[in-house]
C-alpha cells in the first residue's frame, strides 16, 4: 500500500517523452509541472480530476489499522477496494483516448473532454500493483489458498500481466479486425476480407497461377510436420536403438535450431541453390541449362524448414522412444514375435502419442515461421509473411493483417488444442521412477540400414549448409566473385579509436549491442516469471488452475508475427504507450518467452520432493520465504538454463520484433533481414556467423557451469531437454 | 539447552474431504493428545491417519470441525504459524544445505538472535549425538544420521508438539529398534508432545502411551498398547493389531458382566464387554492357545492339519467344528504331526469378545 501511494503521490503519473529510464523530470518543474506531476498534485491543482478517487481508495484501507486479520471487515474492505480501484483505474485508462473520450455515451455524459490522454508511467504501475496486492491481501484474508498472501498476490500478479500483455493485445487485434477502411465497425467488411479468395482461393489446384496464403500455409505446414516426424523418428531410433557411432554428433546437432537464426538456414539454402548458387551453377554447367529461380517458394521453404525444425522433432522423440519399456519388447520377442514384427506391433504403436506430437509441434513452427518465407518465399505467399507485408508494406493495411493474423491463430490455436487434447499433460513424460532393466533389441537390419543412409544425408545436408554460411561469410560476391575476403566483417564489425577511446566504427554494431542488453535485461524477469508460474503450477493448488495453466502456456501457440501485429495495434495508443521504446521489445520478449522458463520450471520442480517445502512450512517459513531460501536455491541450474535459454531465444528471435523495432532500437535479426531485403548478402551472413558463434560460446559457457553446479540430483539431463524442445519454438 | 513446550491436542468433530472427492479422508473425528504424550496413529494405507497428522501440521486445511493446539484454536492457521515441527518420511533435509544449516533453519525465522541459533542448534545436534557432523551435506550421511537431523532440526524450534509421519520406514529393520527407542527416550526425557503415525503396529505397540488405531477415515479404537492387543474393541482391531483367530461363538447367558460362551464343546466364562445373549465373535491370539495330546476336558478337539517349524516355535494349523484355527506351539520339542488329535485349551485371559 505504501508503494501504491508513493507512486500515487510522488512518481509521475504518465509516461514523459524520454521514456522510462531517465530521471530528468527529476529537474523539469517537478512536482508541478503538468507533464511530470504524479496524479496526487495532478489531482490537487485541478488538472486530472479523474485520477483523485484512486488517492482516496488507496488511504482507505488506513481505516482498518489494528484490526484482526480474520475480522470478515479486514477481508471485504481491502476486496473493495481492490477491485473498485482496478476498475477506475483500468477505466480512466481506456476510457480517454487520444482524441477526448472513447465511447460516444461518455461524451454525452460529461461533455467534450478537455484534454489528451497520455501513456501511464511508473506511477500509475505502483497504484496498479498496489491495488493488486491490496486485492490479493483481502482475498488471502478470508482464507483462499491457505490464506496465504504471497500465493494468492503471486496468482493475482500473473493473471494481471498473461492478460494485460497476451489477451489483451490479442483481443485489441482481433477488434481492429472489423474496421473498415473509413474508421467504422463493420462485421460485413470482415467477412469480405476473411473469406476473400487472397486467403482461401483454390485456383491452383484448377490450373491456375496461385492459391490463397491459408492453403499455402496450411499445405507447407502439413508436409513440414510430417517430414520432420519422420526424420525426427529416424534420428531418435538412431541415437536410441543402433550403436551407430555418429550417436553423439547427432545429440549435438540438437542444439542447433536453438543458436540459430531462423532465416539462416534460408540464407544457406539461397546460397547452395538459388539463381547463383553452387549447386544451380554447377548443375546448368553440367548439363548446359539455363540456371533457374526454382528453389524459390515451396521447395526451397520445404528444405529450409525440414532442416530448421528436425531437430525439435528429434528432441521430442528421443524421450518417447527411449521411453518404450524395454521389456515390453523384450515380452514381444519371447512370444515369438520377430524384429520387424515387434517393432510394427509394439515399438511402434507405443509411441504413437510422440509421434502426434512431434507433428504438432512441427506443424505449429511451420506455421509461425516468418524468416524463411520472408528470405526464400519468392511468390509462394504463407500467412506470416503476407501479414508482414500488409503492416510494412505500402498498404499500411492494420485491418488486413489483423484479418490475416487471425486466420494464422485459428490454424495454430487448433493445432495447439488437438495436442492438449488428445495427449492431455503426458506430453513429454517418459518412464518415470526407476527404469526398467533390459535392453532395446536392435532394429531389423534393412531398417537400420535405411534409416542409416537417410540419417546420413540428412546430416551431410546440414553439415554442407552450415559450412556454406560460414564460407560465404568470407566470399567477396558469391556467385560472381569467389576470391576471399573479410570485407563484411570489417564493414559490420570495425572498431577504430577516435579522441573519445573505442570508437565501434562497424554497421552492426548499434544493433548488436542494443540486442545484447535487451536480451538480457529480458532473460530475468522471463525466468522469474516462469518459474513463479510454474511453482504456482506445481505446488498449489487454487480453483481454475486448469484454466490459468491453459492460459499461460497459449502465448506458446500464438506465432510470433501475431503477436507483434497485436502489440503494434495495441500498445500504439494510450494508456499503455510504448510502441517504438526498448519496453515494447522487453515486454515482447518476457511473453514470448515465458513457456520456455514455466516448462522449465515444471520440469525441476516436478523432481523436487514436496516434502522439501513442506517441512520448511512446518519450520516457521511462509510461502515466500520458502520460495526464496529452499527452491529457488534447488532450482538454480533450471533457472541458469532459463535464463540463458531465454537470452538465447531473445538473441534469435525475428517475428514478433521485427513489427516492433525502431530507428533507435534496432535489433540483430531485424538488420540482419533488411541487409538481406537489399541484396546485401554479405554482411548479413558474416553477421549471422557473429551470432551463431556467440550463441555457442554462451551455451557452451553454460553448460560448463550447470555441469559443475549439479549437486548430485537426478533428471538434470530430462529438463535440459525439455527446455531445448521447448527452445526451439 | 532444550527444552519442550509440550501442549495438549484436540480434535473436535474434525472431517476432510479432499476436493473433487466425494468420500470423506476423515469423517468426523475427534481425538485428545494429553501433553507430554506420545501418542501413535495407527492403521492401513488409506485410512486417513496421514491426512490426521498434516492437518495438526496445518498442511491440510479440515472441511469441518475444530482443532485446538495447547488449549488454543488453531484451526484456520496455516503451517508457518502454528507451533508445530514435523519429521518427514523422506526426512525432507535441504540438499542445498548442510547438517548445522537444516537445523538452524527453522530458528532463523524466530527472531532469535545469531548466538543463540547457533548455540540452540548445536545442543540440537548433541541431543543427537550429531554434534561433529554440523558441517556435513546430508548426503553425505547415512540413512540413520539423517533421520537424526530431521528429529534435531524439528526439536530445537521447542515445538508445542511434535509431529512423525512413518520415520522409520526408510531404514533396514535392525536400525528401526534403534532408532525407534531413540526417539522414544528423547520424548519421555523432554516431555514433549508427540503425534507418530504408522502402519506398522508392532512398532505402535513399541513406543507409545496410547495408540488411536485408525479406518476408514474414522477412529476405530483408543487405548494404551496393552488394551488394545488384550481386548481389542472389534474384529478389525483384533485382527489388525497382532494375529488372531476370530469365531463364531454363542453367548447363551449373562450375569454380572460375565457371559457365558459356548465354543462347540468349551464353555468358557469372558467378560461380556457390551455383547449380547446370543451369536457372538471371539478373538483368540495364536500364542494363547495351548495344545494338549488327545482330547480332555474342556478343550476344543481339533486335528492338526500343518505343522511348521520356525525355529523359536511351532505353528500349527488346527481343523475344528469352529472353522480352522492357528496355534502356535512353544514346545518345540512337542512331537505334534500332521493328522494329530489334539485338544485345544483356552486359558482364562485368552480368548476376548469383540463387537463385529
Keep these: 500500500m505504501a508503494v501504491g501511494l508513493a507512486g500515487f503521490a510522488l512518481l509521475p503519473w504518465y509516461m514523459l517523452d524520454d521514456g522510462l529510464f531517465s530521471f530528468e523530470w527529476l529537474l523539469n518543474g517537478y512536482p508541478f509541472d503538468k507533464n511530470s506531476a504524479p496524479a496526487l498534485f495532478l489531482a490537487l491543482q485541478g488538472h486530472k480530476l479523474w485520477l483523485a478517487p484512486m488517492g482516496l481508495l488507496l488511504l482507505l484501507p488506513l481505516s482498518l489499522w489494528g484490526r484482526p486479520k480474520n475480522d470478515p471487515v479486514f477481508a471485504n474492505v481491502l476486496i ?15 476510457g480517454i483516448s487520444l482524441r477526448g473520450w472513447n465511447f460516444g455515451f461518455l461524451n454525452e455524459l460529461f461533455g467534450k473532454f478537455p484534454d489528451r490522454q497520455f501513456g501511464m508511467g511508473w506511477g500509475a504501475v505502483f497504484v496498479g500493483c498496489a491495488f493488486l496486492f491490496l486485492l490479493a491481501l483481502g482475498i488471502a484474508a478470508r482464507g ?118 531462423p532465416f539462416v538456414i534460408g540464407l544457406a539454402i539461397i546460397l547452395l541453390f538459388g539463381l547463383s548458387g553452387v549447386f544451380t551453377q554447377g548443375w546448368a554447367e553440367l548439363f548446359d541449362t539455363q540456371p533457374t529461380r526454382w528453389v524459390y517458394g515451396l521447395p526451397g521453404l520445404l528444405i529450409a524448414q525440414t532442416l530448421a525444425f528436425t531437430p525439435i522433432a528429434f528432441l521430442v522423440l528421443i524421450g518417447v522412444v527411449e521411453g518404450v519399456s524395454p521389456s515390453m519388447e523384450e515380452a514381444a520377442q519371447t512370444l515369438r514375435a520377430n524384429r520387424w514384427q515387434t517393432f510394427w506391433t509394439v515399438s511402434l ?48 493495411d492494420q485491418a488486413q493483417a489483423a484479418v490475416l493474423a487471425i486466420v494464422l491463430l485459428l490454424f495454430t490455436l487448433t493445432a495447439f488444442y488437438a495436442q492438449r487434447f488428445w495427449l492431455g499433460n503426458k506430453s513429454y513424460t517418459t518412464v518415470a521412477g526407476k527404469g526398467d532393466a533390459g535392453m532395446h533389441p536392435p532394429l531389423p537390419r534393412a531398417l537400420t540400414l535405411g534409416i542409416g543412409s537417410i540419417a546420413a544425408f540428412w546430416l551431410l545436408l546440414t553439415v554442407i549448409v552450415y559450412c556454406t554460411i560460414f564460407y560465404a561469410s568470407f566470399v567477396k560476391l558469391w556467385g560472381v566473385d569467389a576470391s576471399l575476403t573479410l570485407d563484411h566483417y570489417v564493414q559490420a564489425f570495425a572498431i577504430g579509436w577516435n579522441e573519445f577511446g573505442i570508437h565501434w566504427k562497424g554497421s552492426a554494431w548499434d544493433s548488436f549491442f542494443t540486442t545484447l542488453w535487451i536480451a538480457l535485461i529480458s532473460a530475468l524477469p522471463t525466468a522469474l516469471i516462469g ?199 | 539447552m532444550i527444552k519442550s513446550n509440550a501442549a495438549s491436542v484436540e480434535f473436535r468433530n474434525v472431517s476432510k474431504v479432499y476436493p473433487g472427492s466425494r468420500v ?70 535441504f540438499p542445498h544445505m548442510t547438517v548445522r544449516e537444516n537445523v538452524e533453519y527453522g530458528l532463523k525465522f524466530s527472531g532469535f538472535p545469531k548466538r543463540e541459533i547457533a548455540d540452540r542448534a548445536m545442543a540440537g545436534l548433541t541431543l ?46 535392525k536400525l528401526r529398534r534403534q532408532v525407534r527407542e531413540d526417539i522414544r527416550d528423547i520424548q519421555t526425557k523432554l516431555g514433549l508432545t508427540v503425534v507418530y503415525v504408522t502402519h506398522d503396529q508392532e512398532e505402535a505397540l513399541a513406543v507409545s502411551d496410547r495408540i488411536i488405531v485408525m479406518n476408514n477415515a474414522v477412529v476405530a479404537q483408543e487405548g494404551t498398547p496393552r488394551e488394545l492387543y488384550d481386548a481389542p474393541a472389534n474384529t478389525f482391531v483384533a485382527d489388525f493389531i497382532g494375529e488372531a483367530n476370530l469365531l463364531n461363538c454363542e453367548i447363551t447367558k449373562i450375569k454380572a458382566g460375565i457371559a457365558s460362551v459356548r465354543l462347540g464343546p468349551v464353555k468358557l466364562d469372558l467378560p461380556a464387554r457390551g455383547q449380547a445373549v446370543g451369536p457372538a465373535r471371539l478373538a483368540i491370539r495364536p500364542n494363547r492357545i495351548n495344545l494338549v495330546k488327545g482330547s480332555t476336558k474342556n478343550t476344543l478337539p481339533a486335528t492338526l492339519s500343518k505343522v511348521t517349524y520356525v525355529g523359536k516355535h511351532l505353528e500349527c494349523m488346527a481343523m475344528t467344528e469352529a472353522g480352522p484355527i492357528f496355534a502356535l506351539c512353544n514346545d518345540v520339542d512337542a512331537a505334534f504331526k500332521p493328522g494329530d488329535k489334539v485338544g485345544l485349551d483356552f486359558p482364562g485371559r485368552g480368548p476376548v469378545l469383540v463387537a463385529e
Excluded at chain 1, 473493495?80 to 481506456?94: E, K, N, R, S, Y
Aim: contains cysteine.
Design chain 1, 531 to 729: 518459474l513463479l508460474t510454474a511453482y504456482l503450477l506445481v505446488r498449489q493448488s487454487f480453483a481454475g488452475k486448469a484454466a490459468f495453466e491453459f492460459g499461460t502456456m497459449l502465448s506458446f501457440a500464438i506465432p510470433g508475427t501475431v503477436i507483434g501485429v497485436s502489440y503494434v495495434i495495441a500498445f500504439n495508443v494510450p494508456p499503455i504507450e510504448i510502441t517504438g521504446t526498448a519496453i515494447i521489445l522487453i515486454i515482447s520478449f518476457i511473453f514470448r518467452n515465458m513457456p520456455v522458463g514455466v516448462r522449465a520450471g515444471v520440469a525441476s520442480m516436478s523432481q523436487l520432493d514436496r516434502s522439501l517445502d513442506e517441512s520448511s512450512l512446518t519450520l516457521g517459513a511462509n510461502s515466500f520465504q520458502t520460495f526464496i531460501r529452499i527452491i529457488l536455491p534447488l532450482l538454480r541450474p533450471a533457472i541458469l538454463a532459463a535464463l540463458v535459454y531465454s537470452f538465447v531465444r531473445a538473441m534469435t528471435a525475428i517475428s514478433a520484433v521485427i513489427f516492433l523495432v525502431s530507428a533507435r532500437y534496432d535489433l540483430s535479426t531485424s538488420y540482419i533481414v533488411g541487409r538481406v531485403e537489399n541484396n546485401e548478402y554479405g554482411i548479413a551472413i558474416a553477421y549471422s556467423t557473429a551470432l551463431i558463434f556467440v550463441m555457442l560460446l554462451v551455451i557452451g559457457l553454460m553448460q560448463l557451469i550447470v555441469g559443475r553446479r549439479d549437486i548430485g540430483r537426478r533428471g538434470q539431463a530430462g529438463s535440459a531437454r525439455q527446455l531445448q524442445v521447448a527452445g526451439g519454438g
Design chain 1, 349 to 396: 504403436p507405443l509411441m504413437r502419442p510422440g509421434l502426434a506430437n512431434a507433428f504438432l509441434l512441427g506443424f505449429i513452427e511451420s506455421m509461425a515461421d516468418f524468416g524463411n518465407p520472408l528470405v526464400l518465399g519468392g511468390n509462394f505467399d504463407v500467412l506470416s509473411t503476407e501479414i508482414f507485408f500488409a503492416i510494412v508494406g505500402a498498404q499500411y
Design chain 2, 128 to 173: 543427537v549425538g550429531l554434534q561433529d557432523y554440523g558441517a556435513r551435506l546430508p548426503s553425505q550421511l547415512s540413512g540413520g544420521q539423517q533421520q537424526r537431523v530431521a528429529v534435531a532440526r524439528a526439536l530445537v524450534l521447542e515445538p508445542q508438539v511434535l509431529l512423525f509421519d512413518e520415520p522409520l520406514s526408510n531404514l533396514d529393520a
Design chain 2, 24 to 93: 470423506a479422508a476423515v469423517d468426523n473425528v475427534s481425538i485428545h493428545v494429553e501433553e507430554g504424550r506420545l501418542v501413535t496413529l495407527l492403521g492401513p494405507s488409506g485410512c486417513g491417519k496421514t491426512t490426521t497428522l498434516r492437518m495438526i501440521a496445518g498442511l491440510e486445511f479440515v472441511t469441518s470441525g475444530q482443532i485446538i493446539i495447547g488449549g488454543k484454536d488453531v484451526t484456520t492457521l496455516p503451517a508457518t504459524e502454528r507451533d508445530v515441527s514435523m519429521v518427514f518420511q523422506s526426512y525432507a533435509l
Design chain 1, 80 to 94: 473493495a477496494v481492490g477491485v473498485a480501484g482496478l476498475i477506475w483505474f483500468f477505466a480512466q485508462g481506456f
Design chain 1, 144 to 261: 483462499a489458498v491457505g490464506g496465504d498472501v504471497f500465493v494468492v498476490s503471486s496468482i493475482g500478479l500473473i493473471i494481471g500481466l498473461v492478460t494485460l500483455f497476451i489477451f489483451m493485445p490479442v483481443v485489441k487485434m482481433l477488434g481492429s479486425a472489423l474496421v473498415t477502411e473509413d474508421g467504422g465497425y463493420s462485421a460485413s467488411s470482415f467477412l469480405g476480407k476473411f473469406l476473400s479468395s487472397r486467403i482461401w482461393g483454390l485456383e491452383c489446384i484448377m490450373g491456375g497461377s496461385r492459391c490463397g496464403v491459408a492453403w499455402n500455409s496450411l499445405f507447407l505446414a502439413l508436409v513440414v510436420g510430417f517430414v520432420t516426424t519422420l526424420l525426427g523418428l529416424v534420428f531418435a531410433l538412431i541415437a536410441t536403438r543402433t550403436n551407430a557411432r555418429f550417436q553423439k554428433v547427432l545429440r549435438a546437432l540438437t542444439v542447433l535450431p536453438v543458436i540459430t537464426p
